[in-house]
């Protein structure tokens, strides 16, 4: 499986996301390959930082990648591209490369109405490889309406990219075990943060 996680806008959480499910990929026993599309390099520098050789990372900023990840496949079936900020042909071409398309947004309106760029990007690029979309809601804060505001407004786009319920919130957990190398459900193994990346890990798995 292939997923690109996403948006033409920077900020948006995609790799805390991307690092995290590569995680649970690798305790699932995944072969887990990290390509890191942003000249930032976040991706690589978290595989740095960990200890465990389970999840292998590559920086690739290539408006190739679409036709490159063909010689990724046959050594992993875990394949996670953390696509940088932007829309240029890089970001095009992790979107065409992709089975699954995940687009995080924050909870407010500049990011509601910022996702219509990501929007028409993988509307554009669907038709000639029929990847899956989702969106998902990244740090939210608990106890907020406006959460449920930008559900209602990112539901314009439901026929495209549909959003998924599950959310995922405003933890300290998600940062600190960043800097350890670690996941949140190795970092904090019964914590909220966990469980949502477990839940949505799970959530990933269906769509497959």
Same mark, same amino acid.
């Given at each position: ?85 932007? *829309?240029? +042909?890089?970001?095009?071409?992790? #979107?065409?490369?992709? @089975?699954?398309? /995940? =687009? &995080? ?42 959460? *449920?505001? +930008?559900?209602?407004?990112?539901? #314009?786009?439901?026929? @495209?990219?549909? /959003? =998924? &319920? ?43």
């Amino acid at each position: 499986m292939i997923i690109t996680i996403g948006n033409t806008k920077g900020g948006v959480g995609k790799t805390t996301i991307a690092i995290n499910l590569a995680v649970e990929a690798a305790k699932d026993g995944k072969n887990v390959l990290l390509i890191d599309t942003d000249p930032q390099g976040s991706s690589v520098a978290f595989r740095s930082e960990r200890e465990k050789d389970d999840i292998k990372a590559v920086a690739l900023v290539s408006d190739k990648l679409h036709k490159d990840i063909k010689g990724f496949i046959t050594a992993f079936n875990f394949i996670i591209i953390d696509a940088g900020g932007r *829309d240029n +042909a890089v970001f095009r071409s992790a #979107v065409a490369a992709c @089975d699954l398309f /995940l =687009l &995080p947004v924050l909870p407010s309106q500049f990011d509601v109405w910022a996702a219509e760029d990501a929007v028409n990007v993988f509307k554009e690029i669907q038709p000639f490889n029929e990847m899956k979309g989702r969106m998902i809601l990244n740090m939210v804060r608990p106890n907020t309406n406006v959460s *449920d505001e +930008a559900q209602d407004a990112l539901s #314009v786009y439901e026929d @495209d990219i549909p /959003l =998924l &319920p599950e959310r995922l919130h405003n933890r300290v957990a998600y940062k600190t075990s960043v800097s350890t190398g670690q996941g949140v459900t190795e970092y904090e193994p019964a914590g909220k943060a966990a469980l949502e990346i477990e839940t949505l890990y799970k959530v990933i798995k269906k769509l497959s």
